[in-house]
């Protein structure tokens, strides 16, 4: 059941309070549920989903934020590796969280990449042949809505048809498309690969995008995952909850530690009240925020790095020097093209009526571009050595790709509006590798109050050598014959040529995928050089688990929502006690 007030809370105590509802927070939710014992309480402070059209949409995703009730809104620090910019740092602020305001791209990540975070955990657990197993509960491919024939386009038998979240292929309705797959049997260096989602290992190369959508509508953590358990009697969901604060109680310390069982929080839409409520974990409380909300949450608790906490005299309670560090993002570079005739969205996107027409379409019938993804395709590729030379390769390995290539077929630059004339394709790049470390770090007691948020984007060489590099590979690829009557020129800057002013180009344009992580990394059981253990308990502390991107020692190299979701189902089993991490 899902509660909009704390007037209708019946109790106090749960078996487990999750806080946040998030991608990783309801997927434990569902699964803690389905035992008619356990009795979970999910805390969100966000509003709901349902029924909002750009949250239900697919192709209005990207309307789902930024200054929006839908999000966050958060402002990044002026970064120095991007000419001293900021921008808006969007994070869904509802049920489903970050999976209710994505732009739906589903992958699973590269077996290179899993194998290092079984070794960074000590885990093997996370190794990419037993991770795998999970995709068979999570995912339920479906047929795209057109109908079309999909053959060449996945690997069905890499698939699950019986899971949670439903994934599909894209409706066949962007001019570009052909295009982009024209181009991979004309230049050899971008080979199409059948399947990009990675249950096979790797997605290097270029193919087609596969999205969480089902027949016109986004598929999200909520209205797969929630849809499945909220009716359960053992499952309370209240939303408009701000959590502010962990409380330790110290009733039940093992070995020594503190224990953190009782949550404090306020009615999420009165950030000037002063009054709090309380609840109670009798087995855990699961952390789920998000990559920013959850170092938040602990730094406010006295959990985290006491050069952050003594400022706002928060006692220290446990010193956890990591917390809030170690934060990593895809930076990402929308470069654009002008292109010829009116075949890019962008004249329907600059027409309110042509766009009103088509969103009532899709609201009839769950048909036409409104009902697509924004992206159909896209492409993975590594730097060769040479161009690494003097550098260490960042890569887990060399089934990783080093950078992403996204194709389109409009002007999608998330932090510059339309102009007002003009046809565009945008081919957007990002690092997938980056070596730059940013933090999240509170400045106030005040829950209410954002924390500083610093991604630290381009502050290494190897970083802005793989995006001038991603530049240029995005170059050759538009350089195909498949382009020749299509696009007529780079615009703005994207002309540049040499080093130094591709490099200035990438600063002066490079802004986020929306992919913040790490920020409570999990390291093996011995290692203190980290914020969580390989069983999602927080290293010196009692009752408390973070499961949500926050505890990844690195960022996949990839669309991260796929790899979160494993992890959440096989933390999920570990919760549970099915699965052990030795
Ligand atoms: C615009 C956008 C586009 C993206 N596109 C893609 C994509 O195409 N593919 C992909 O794989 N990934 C994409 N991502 C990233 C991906 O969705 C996220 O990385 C992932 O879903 C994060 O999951 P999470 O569980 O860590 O956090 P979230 O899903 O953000 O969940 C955290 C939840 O906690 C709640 N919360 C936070 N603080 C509190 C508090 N104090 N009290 C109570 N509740 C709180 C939040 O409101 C939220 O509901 C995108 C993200 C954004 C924002």
Excluded at 140 to 153: C, E, M, Y
Excluded at 332 to 348: C, T, Y
Excluded at 498 to 516: C, E, G
Excluded at 535 to 551: C, E, M, P, Q, Y
Aim: aromatic share 8%; glycine share 8%; proline share 7%.
């Amino acid at each position: 059941v899902t509660l909009t007030d704390i007037s209708q809370l019946k109790e106090l105590t749960y078996d487990y309070i999750i806080i946040g509802a998030g991608n990783a927070g309801l997927v434990i939710a569902d699964r803690l549920t389905e035992n008619a014992n356990t009795s979970v309480l999910v805390l969100e402070a966000g509003v709901s989903d349902q029924g909002v059209i750009p949250v239900m949409a697919p192709f209005l995703g990207p309307s789902v934020t930024p200054n929006t009730p839908y999000d966050w809104n958060y402002t990044i620090i002026p970064q120095p590796g991007l000419d001293g910019r900021t921008f808006p740092y969007p994070r869904g602020r509802l049920l489903g969280g970050c999976t209710s305001a994505n732009y739906m791209i589903h992958q699973y990540g590269s077996t290179d990449d899993w194998a290092e975070m079984a070794k960074i955990t000590g885990d093997p657990g996370w190794q990419w042949n037993n991770v795998k197993q999970y995709i068979k509960r999570h995912e339920k491919f479906v047929a795209p809505s057109d109908g079309h024939n999909t053959t060449g386009q996945f690997i069905p038998s890499l698939h699950s048809f019986t899971g949670e979240l439903p994934i599909s292929l894209p409706i066949n309705n962007q001019t570009i498309d052909p295009r982009v797959i024209n181009t991979t049997q004309q230049l050899p260096e971008f080979p199409f690969n059948e399947d990009m989602s990675g249950v096979d290992g790797s997605y290097l190369g270029v193919g087609w995008v596969q999205s969480s959508m089902d027949a016109g509508l986004r598929g999200s953590s909520s209205s797969s995952y929630l849809a499945t358990s909220n009716d359960r009697p053992n499952l309370t969901v209240m939303i408009n909850a701000m959590v502010t604060k962990l409380i330790q109680t110290n009733s039940t310390p093992a070995q020594g530690l503190k224990a953190f069982r009782t949550v404090q929080f306020a009615d999420a839409r009165n950030a000037t009240s002063t009054t709090r409520f309380q609840v109670q974990a009798n087995k855990d409380i699961i952390l789920s925020a998000g990559s920013i909300g959850t170092p938040q949450i602990l730094q406010l608790s006295g959990i985290g790095d006491p050069a952050d906490l003594t400022p706002l005299k928060i006692p220290v309670l446990v010193d956890s020097p990591l917390v809030g560090k170690n934060m990593m993002d895809h930076p990402l570079l929308p470069n654009i093209w002008n292109v010829n005739g009116n075949d890019s969205f962008d004249h329907i996107l600059r027409n309110a009526n042509l766009l009103q027409a088509a969103i009532s379409q899709w609201a009839t019938n769950k048909t036409g571009f409104i009902a697509n993804n924004v992206i159909n395709n896209f492409g993975f590729g590594r730097l060769n050595a040479s161009l690494l030379s003097g550098l260490t390769d960042p890569s887990s390995g060399p089934d990783s790709p080093h950078f992403e290539m996204i194709f389109a077929n409009f002007w999608l630059n998330p932090n510059v509006a339309l102009p007002p004339t003009g046809s565009y394709l945008t081919t957007l790049t990002a690092l997938l590798t980056p070596t730059s470390r940013g933090t999240v770090k509170i400045q106030s007691t005040d829950a209410f109050i954002a924390p500083l948020i610093n991604p630290n984007m381009l502050d290494t060489e190897v970083d802005i050598v793989i995006m001038r590099e991603s530049v240029r590979a995005i170059k050759r690829f538009i350089s195909a014959p498949a382009w020749k009557d299509y696009v007529i020129s780079p615009f703005g800057n994207l002309s540049a040529t040499a080093d130094a002013d591709i490099d200035s180009y990438v600063r002066q344009h490079t802004t986020t995928v929306f992919h913040p992580s790490s920020t409570a990394s999990m390291t093996s059981e011995t290692s203190t050089n980290g914020v969580v253990n390989p069983d999602f308990t927080v290293k010196g502390v009692d009752g408390l688990r973070i499961v949500d991107l926050s505890v990844f020692p690195f960022i996949p190299s990839c669309h991260p929502q796929g790899p979160l979701y494993l992890v959440a189902e096989r933390a999920a089993d570990i919760i549970k006690g099915i699965v052990s991490t030795r």
